[in-house]
């Protein structure tokens, strides 16, 4: 088990946004890579890449551009962008767009080359809707999230929400499994001493890697898988 926080790891400068990778290749994992991005207001490069994604908006708003197609985007909302499949992401005012994004085989952020913009594109992009994209159900009356995941060819995704109190069992089954902590607070135990784990912390198990994740506080957290057979990574430098 391995155990890492955003605000201690490097942060790289892109064309309209930053990125924070907690894990990737040479960190441990086979073949996951997480990663956090934040989208500064307006109309990010588009690109394209081999690997399979998936990514939360975990808080802004905006739209993503899926080959050209706008879908609007906001907090709670998954989105998967299948390999080689044209993306760009248009974030509105009052950002920047926070995005928790998995992909597999390992894939360095920025590693591809920015597109040119469509002739569709454009600053004030239409509502769209695609099977690619999917708000987070909330309960009527509420507005209380009831979680959602997406699986892929490669990659499930969840966003799993447990009580104060309440005890988890993760395992990674022999391969790549990551959750990131995105409110509250609580601890992870394996076999060594407990760790404290908060909004920003980042949680690897692979191979025959189990824990138990205990919740201090209410807890909400997405959970990334690897499931597809290997196959070699991009953009590895």
Known sequence: MKVVREADLPVRALVGRTSVVLFGAGSGSEALTHSVAYFDVGHAPGHTHVSDEVFLVDSGAGQVWLDGVSCTIGAGTLVHTPGNVEHSVHTMPGGPMRLVAFASPH?????????????????????????????E?????????????????????????????????????GRDLVLNVLDGSGEVRSDGS?????????????????????????????????TGSPVSSEGIP
Do not use: F
């Open 194 to 226: 407990p760790v404290a784990v908060a909004p920003g912390s980042a949680v690897l198990l692979t191979g025959g890697d189990s824990a138990i994740l205990v919740a201090t506080t209410d807890l909400q957290y997405i959970e990334g898988r690897a």
């Open 137 to 173: 159900p909330t309960e009527p009356g509420t507005g209380r999230g009831l979680g959602l995941s997406i699986e892929t060819e490669r990659i499930d995704v969840a966003v799993r929400r447990i009580a104060g109190g309440e005890v988890v069992e993760l395992d990674a089954r």
């Open 107 to 135: 894939m360095v952020p920025g590693s591809y080359p920015d597109l040119p913009p469509r002739p569709t594109d454009s600053d004030a992009a239409p509502s769209g809707g695609s099977p690619l994209v999917t708000p």
